[in-house]
């Protein structure tokens, strides 16, 4: 039966942070996207991600929109900044002129279906899923609680297999950026896949030329600390 | 409570939109992966909305799983770009192109 | 004793199992010999079974021996087994007979072949599949050894097979009975459709229920297979090209048994052609026709075997007119005496090619009567019984196959009558021309002209005018060049000669009409054919005329031919090039059909095959490689571009799942 989406009367304080969240979400969107600079763009990402943290609070989502800001913006945009750093962050892209032929008038086109597509199957009324499946969000315990039931007991196996995984990243990381040993030419990791005589039509060489020293290595989330002074 | 949850999923479409053609049409890979992480949460939220429409806790579950396994995917895939890009500062999404058939 | 006709022709069998791996080791003259006594073993046995068959109350003459069971499908049950009732013994009893004298007549003719052994092995294969056709109890096993008799036919015509005539007409041999073979085919499956059965027997008890249309279709269809089995019109061309096999296959083949195979399918299916008076007419007109276009032919011919070729084309005619008359006794008396006179003739025929050094042309021969007494005269006899001069053997079959013609239709008669004028007639210029007269083939062989005239006949255009002809037979003599010392053969090939002259002779008392006690062969053949034989009361005074009437008009015929050519050679208004080139029907057959099939065959060779079909397929292969090359662009290399595909994959997914949302 078509769930009725609109659960109650809309308080104004509710309205109101919902608008707010939404345009900071958005231009945060637009941010990422038309920013030249990657550093700045990374910034914008924050603000939308702090924006999405706000919504889940209004959905009633506490504990992941805490884990939100520590993990995704807290974390991962940290990282992002560090690669960033590394591999040389001031040159300007230019976002108007684009190699590809037509690729930016089929994206906005395609863009623009997706838009109307995803609208359109968020307007239909077809919520058919049954309700309470997994738990019930609302009840007397709090959100954590649930949360926590949940995992625990019903989706343990996942659980336990993204533990795994995050062991697996950590290893792939290491294993990746790790310098190979026996090397004559400069070191670093297999280049082959860059033509190295291509123009570059994004960022300049990074100002003390760390490109083709290769001295950096180390994976980014367990760089010794002498590499980063080093620069 | 509340917002009509129409209003969510409308927000996370516009979202998602914004984040594929971002995919598209950014050269800078770094760029190009913040794309997808706005894909991402743009998922996040649709699947908190459906949690609050159908009061289920397995949409949180979900939002819970697709962000830890974001931030393997951020670690892992910027191991990879670190590895690529390394040797030529400057280098964009353009310039892998080395596997054309 | 009956009981033992499995043997008749398990000897030729056994002799063909031994002589074909061993037959090398055996040698000359050896493997003939065995090949003759095999043979004549199983005329013992013929003999022994005819006897044992005699014994029998004429009611009760027909005996089945079934063997086993040949394959059996559904309701498709088809059995291997004899049929031992006086029409097949009859067939059985001349075939063997002639085919001894035959082989034995061979051991002497082929004696300088290097492929001596080879020749008898077809030979007594030949006369295995032969005995199979006559002896059969259902028609399938029947068209076994019909086909047997045709691929014989086609290994003994081209048995000299490097001379390029006689290859190619083994294959003409072998098409033109195919042709036949095709009704003979289609009548078997209307057969089995409508009766169920391939038993003679149960078929004929069958006739019955089968409505006219099919019943007229599937005698007009047998006798289509009889026609190129036969060799009557259409399909007559290929029996004079395969006079370029050995004699005695001429004679054994060509003349006495394989072609008379389709006058005993006329005679085994009497029940058939009597519900369907049509098609016995067909037979009859066609068989009428075929005799006299035949004889005119035969008028005009310059090999000594050609002239005999038609004839026996010709006197198969009239067999035919027999059979489609409703006269089944008078067709099998005709074939057993024509068996006879026409071996004889083709056997005296190879005699005088043995002594004129291969050579064939009868321009170039002449007096050999006191050079060759006995040849001579067995040819005479064999001669004046083709004529039907009384009281040879002819006279008394082709009168009453005349009698019976005039009882369907005086035209039918007339034509016959003016045939038989004819045979004497051409049959005699034969004779004057090769015994009689002047020695012509002193000067004609210094001046080499013999060779060409010899070969400037029907069959041999086709190589082309003025081309270097065929070579003559090889030499199967050993005499060298120079003039020909002409001599009668050894006794191996007299004997015969002499035997089958006595048949000719006597042959004809087996059925006469003088009075009711003596027409035996009548009286033997009427469990058979009794019941559906034309009957028709003459009164004796009719017949008595009727004979005259045959008497004179073969006397006539001798007379013309003796007036004609006893001293003159040429008579160029009596041989015009129409008759000479067979009416031009085979030259027809070349210019509008065979050249066609073989302007087709090069075209779709050349474009069909070249162009179409190796296009299509060198297309397709071209198709794969170029669309391969345009779309390999897809793959840039640009992560973007394909990053752009799966967004656009999202898009038409989605669409999909929209358009299914309203349902």
Redesign the interface.
Known sequence: MPHDLVLGAATLPDALTFAIAAAVTIIGAFGVVLARNPVHASLMLVMTLFGIAVLFVEENAQFLAAVQIIVYAGAIVVLFLFVIMLLGVDRRERIFADALVGQRVVAVILGILVLVEVILLAHHRWVTGARSVAGSLSGSSSNVAQLGRSIFTTYLLPFEVTSALLVVAVIGAIVLSRRPRRRQTEGGAPDALVDPDAPSLSLPAPRGGSAGTGAADGAPAVSPPEEVGAR | ????????????????????????????V??M???V??ML?AA??TF???????????G??A???V??????????G???????????????????????? | MIHAAFLIPLFPLAGFAILAPFGRKLGNPLAGWLATAMVAASFVVTALVFAGLFQLAPAHRSFTQSWFTWFAVDKLNVGAGLLVDPLSMTMAAFVTGVSTLIHLYSIGYMEHDEQFPKFFVYLNLFVFAMLMLVLADNFVLSFFGWEGVGVCSYFLIAFWFDRAAAASAGKKAMIYNRIGDAGFLLALFLIFERTGSFQYHTVFARLGHVGQPSLIAIGLLLFLGAVGKSAQIPLFPWLADAMEGPTPVSALIHAATMVTAGVYLMCRISPVLHAAPDAAHVVAWVGACTAFVAATIACAQNDIKKVLAYSTVSQLGYMFLAAGSGAYVAAVFLMLTHAFYKALLFLGAGSVIHAMDEEQDIKTMGGLAKLMPVTAVTFLIGWLSIAGVPPFSGFWSKSEVLLNAWAVSPALWVIGAVTAVLTAYYMGREYFLVFLGKRRWNEARQTGDGYARAHATAGEHLAGEGSPLTTPEPVAGGHGAGPPHPHDPGWVMRLPLIVLAGLSVLGGFIDLPFHPNLDLLERWLNPVVGGTLLVHHFGVGQEWAFALVDAALAITGVLLAGALWRAAVEHRRLEPRLLAMAWYIDWAYDHFIARPGDALAAFSAAVVDSKLIDGAVNGVAAAVRVSGERLRRIQSGYVRSYALGIVAGIVVLAAYVLSRAGS
Do not use: P
Not at chain 2, 4 to 26: D, K
Not at chain 2, 67 to 76: D, I, N, Q, Y
Not at chain 2, 80 to 97: C, E, M, P, Q, Y
């Open positions: 409570m509340s917002i009509g949850a129409s209003w969510y999923l409308v927000l996370a479409a516009i979202l998602f939109t914004i984040g594929a053609v971002g995919l598209l049409v950014r050269r800078n770094l760029v992966f913040m794309c992480e706005l949460n996040n939220l908190v909305t459906f949690s609050r429409v159908l009061n289920d806790i397995g949180q579950v939002v819970f799983f962000l830890v396994v974001a931030a393997a995917e951020v670690v892992v910027l191991g990879i770009l670190v590895a690529i890009f390394r040797r030529k500062s400057g280098a964009t999404a353009d310039d892998a192109h080395v596997l054309k058939g």
